[in-house]
């Protein structure tokens, strides 16, 4: 029997967190080694420059795996609020189940280069449900938006988790 979905709607517009990074040098080129881009520009400050990048850039699937690394303690704010989204995700697995990753997009506004410092805030944007066969699938949809220091929208990413029952 499908979970009634409007009970977690309430977490539309709900805030799943914030933090500070600091986009660093090695792990963005290991991510380009990782993910097989062999393009200089990951690699060498010359050829980034060369290419019109201030430093070296972060390649644009970087956003899923950025959070892992830069977010020095003494940087993160002190008041975070309780995440919805573990609230909704532990309720559904109550029903059983498998929790997958969805989509994921990643928008970038400006050049995400190394050195830049973000701030990252994140909310719950949509909750809703499909029909696949006799499963029936609960999507969980969140949106961060990252920020250098001077305020200016870098990168907008956006993740769907999904419960299928």
């Given at each position: 029997m499908p979970v009634?979905?409007?009970q977690y709607k309430e977490h539309i517009g709900k805030p799943t967190g914030s933090s500070v990074l600091t986009v660093e040098r090695q792990p963005v080129s290991n991510f380009a080694k990782a993910v097989k881009d062999d393009n200089p520009i990951?690699?060498?400050l010359d050829a980034a420059q060369a290419a019109g990048f201030d430093n070296i850039p972060a390649p644009p699937t970087w956003g899923f795996a950025m959070g892992s690394w830069g977010a020095y303690?003494?940087?993160?704010p002190a008041d975070q609020p309780v995440s919805p989204i573990m609230g909704i995700i532990g309720a559904l697995m109550k029903e059983g189940g498998i929790i997958l990753h969805g989509e994921q997009?990643?928008?970038y506004h400006t050049p995400l280069v190394v050195g830049t410092k973000l701030s990252h805030e994140?909310?719950?944007t949509d909750v809703y449900q499909k029909q696949?066969?006799?499963r029936t699938m609960t999507f969980v949809v969140t949106e961060n938006e990252y920020?250098?220091?001077s305020g200016e929208l870098v990168l907008t990413a956006r993740m769907n988790l999904i419960h299928r029952s």
């Open positions: 009634d979905v409007e990951y690699q060498r303690p003494e940087d993160q997009e990643f928008e994140g909310k719950v696949s066969g006799e920020r250098d220091e």
